[in-house]
């Protein structure tokens, strides 16, 4: 067996892969974004859940709250799929640093344009949906690139709960033919690819949307 | 002999010609100010003559010794010529007392405290004395750019070259910083000073050198160079910066 | 008394021998991480072309992949060539090589935002490079980064755990133990994550502190 050929069959693993990262991406935009909208509430009880909720996901290991939602949950009756543990997890955990990003963000956003619009008569949401968030996703672009990386990253655990991505796919190939060191050395190399295009097309994408004077550095 | 000899210099930046056929002379006591619209290459000859910058072409002699020549220790010669920059560059980590004496003790090797018995000396001559212990985001900018000098003149230089030492400052911090200049000219520390104000010019030269586009057009004191020069260049240019003010 | 309780008294001394090993795993990693990131870092700002574009190589190949990748490769591929590396040294290997990645390109990006008008007074006062790196970059360097080194080591601490997968006998491979003695999964894991958050407790505090320390006017960390 080649090295290709070790590549070829590790690639059907990173297609998992990439479902994975894409979801819980997905999973952690969704929380990150909904957690940054109610800390302009500055609500006392809704900014103590925030500081809570930051705190313990980002303390909590990623593979200790994988362990906990996959092999803990059903204890008290829950059970969910390897996939949903896998995607919850990594959502959580992400969410908590995305909110950290767009927070950052949004506090860059110049104070004089929101007075403006609500001079001009915006409400509350149509300032927020057309003034403050297309600011703020332009200027989180290094924070979400950094953590889409961090998640990509720790994909591989999902092998602990048994889905087949590229490190699951690795581990049986290298029980099988003993050749670990090739073999998880193709998985270094899928791993760095799938990252240089994951940046690639974020960076593309940032060019697309970029404002001039709208620096994300 | 002169302290600072300056024959046929050239500098290019990539194939672009910035100073061409430069000859200088600079003896010690000597206070000389080179002046010029701004791009015709001030900042780049004095990098050139401190070797910040490599020159392309040309000679330099220094206290007799020709230091473009390879071999030559260039940390002696910078460390023998004072630099005093448009905007401080003071280290920000470190407060004005320090900014002086680490040049002292880790290039000159002197003691801590004779260091700092040094850094005292030459910061009370500037009326800095009570701000020694301070970092630079605490001072003024006039404060900012006196300790700088010190820290050039601490060094016990043989020559101290400032590029636009008060165009970073209003003009009342300008005036504090011409003061300390003028005092200096009138000690008969050897300078060589580039600035855009003819003012501070007039003050601390024994004369102006009028550099354009690369090549010194003129060398001569200020009442001549300022008011009606023959060559139009000239003339237009110090009508434009005198008529400012 | 309850009986998950009950256990955890009775596993204490391997539980804390696991705490200690997590524990010294996170201080080495933490300690040879900054050296190699201040390592790489030098080499970064190299006048060689060629160091720096391996420098760089060196820093993108560590952020872009898995810590765990280079750790299975060195414990289950290594051996393939004669070469068996205790759990131990793999990890302090593979996470020393990871976290100096992520420490040279925090301490790249501060030295970015330096003034670097005071490197060129630094050059003309007669301070070599090596000089001015020691004497001017290094300590508003350091300064400017510690937010990002100690999350550095926060994190550190949290990806001890992926040491376990390499049957690195850390605090989490205790708990694991424990739980598949009791079936306690949920209690253990979730007793597991809250021990991991008093940890990172500490160092945040002792991070706040030092940022205090440290801190100068017009240096902002
Ligand atoms: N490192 C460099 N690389 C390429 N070109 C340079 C470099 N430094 C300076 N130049 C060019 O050399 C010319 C002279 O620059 P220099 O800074 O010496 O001008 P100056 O007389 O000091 O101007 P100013 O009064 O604005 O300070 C300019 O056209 C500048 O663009
Ligand atoms: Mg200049």
Redesign the interface.
């Known amino acids: 067996m080649t090295f290709g050929n070790i590549l070829i069959i590790l690639a059907e693993g990173a297609g998992y892969t990439v479902l994975v990262t894409l979801a819980s991406i997905s999973a952690g935009l969704a929380v990150g974004l909904s957690l940054a909208v109610l800390s302009t509430l500055r609500w006392k009880a809704v900014s103590l859940f925030l500081a809570v909720y930051t705190y313990v996901f980002r303390s909590i290991p990623v593979l200790v709250l994988l362990f906990i939602l996959f092999f803990g949950l059903p204890g008290i009756g829950i059970r969910i799929s390897p996939f949903v543990s896998m995607v919850a997890t990594l959502g959580l955990v992400s969410g908590a640093y995305l909110a950290e990003v767009f927070r950052g963000a949004m506090a860059a956003v110049d104070g004089d344009e929101i007075l403006a619009a609500e001079a001009a008569g915006l409400n509350r949401w149509e300032i927020f949906f057309y003034i403050i968030m297309p600011q703020m996703f332009r200027m989180s672009v290094p924070g979400m690139i950094n953590e889409f990386t961090s998640v990509l990253k720790y994909t591989p655990f999902a092998y602990t709960v048994g889905i087949p991505e590229i490190m699951k796919e690795a581990m049986s190939l290298a029980a099988l033919t003993l050749r670990g060191l090739e073999i998880y050395l193709a998985v270094g190399i899928l791993y760095f690819l799938i990252y240089k295009l994951f940046v690639m097309f974020f960076m593309t994408l940032e060019k697309r949307f970029r404002v001039p004077g709208l620096a994300s550095k | 002999m002169a302290l600072i000899e300056v024959k046929d210099l050239a500098k290019a930046f990539d194939g672009k010609t910035v100073l061409k056929g430069i000859n200088l002379e600079l003896s010690e006591g000597q206070s000389k100010v080179v002046m010029g619209t701004s791009g015709c290459g001030k900042s780049t000859l004095l990098r050139c003559l401190?070797l910040?910058l490599p020159p392309t072409s040309g000679r330099i002699i220094f206290k007799g010794e020709d230091i473009t020549r390879p071999g030559v220790d260039i940390?002696?010669?910078?460390?023998d010529?004072g630099?005093v920059?448009q905007?401080f560059?003071?280290?920000?980590?470190l407060t004005v007392e320090e900014n002086v004496t680490?040049?002292l003790r880790?290039?000159k090797k002197m003691k801590a405290t004779e260091a700092v018995q040094k850094a005292s000396h030459e910061l009370e001559r500037v009326g800095m004395i009570e701000h020694r212990g301070?970092?630079?985001?605490?001072l003024s900018g006039g404060q900012k750019q006196r300790a700088a000098i010190v820290?050039a003149l601490a060094?016990d230089p043989a020559v101290l070259f400032l590029d636009e030492p008060t165009s970073a400052l209003d003009p009342e911090m300008s005036r504090e910083v011409v003061t300390v200049i003028n005092k200096l000219f009138l000690e008969n520390v050897t300078m060589l000073c580039v600035t855009h104000d003819p003012f501070l010019a007039k003050y601390i030269s024994d004369s102006i050198i009028f550099l354009d586009e690369g090549v010194v057009v003129a060398e001569d004191i200020a009442e001549r160079l300022f008011y009606n020069h023959a060559d139009p260049r000239i003339k237009h240019f110090f009508m434009s910066v005198i008529d400012h003010r | 008394m309850d009986a998950f309780i009950q256990d955890l008294i009775a596993y204490w001394p391997q539980i804390l021998a696991g705490l200690k090993n997590t524990v010294v795993l996170m201080v080495i990693m933490s300690v040879t991480g900054l050296m190699g990131g201040v390592g790489v870092f030098y080499l970064t700002l190299s006048s060689h072309k060629a160091v720096r574009r391996w420098m760089d190589g060196f820093i993108s190949f560590f952020i872009g992949t898995p810590l765990i990748v280079h750790l299975f490769l060195m414990y289950y591929g290594l051996p393939e060539l004669g070469i068996r590396l205790s759990a131990f040294t793999v990890a302090v290997i593979g996470f020393t090589l990871n976290v100096s990645a992520y420490n040279a390109r925090y301490l790249a990006t501060a030295y970015n935002g330096l003034?670097k008008?005071?490197l060129?007074?630094?050059?003309?006062?007669?301070?070599?490079r090596r000089?001015t790196f020691r004497?001017?970059i290094m300590?508003?360097v350091m300064?400017m980064s510690v937010p990002s080194l100690t999350n550095q080591a926060i994190q550190n601490l949290k990806d001890t755990s992926v040491a376990f997968l390499i049957q690195y006998h850390d605090f989490f491979a205790q708990m694991q133990e424990v739980a598949s003695t009791n079936f306690q999964f949920f209690k253990a894991y979730v007793t597991a994550g809250a021990v991991y958050l008093a940890l990172i407790s500490i160092i945040v505090l002792a991070a706040r502190r030092l940022e205090k320390r440290i801190a100068?006017?017009?240096?902002a960390t």
């Open positions: 401190n910040l940390r002696k010669v910078r460390a010529i630099f920059f905007h560059a003071l280290y920000r980590h680490l040049g880790k290039l301070k970092y630079p985001a605490q820290r060094m | 003034d008008t005071e060129e007074a630094a050059r003309s006062q007669g301070f070599t000089e004497l001017i300590p508003q300064r100068l006017p017009g240096l």
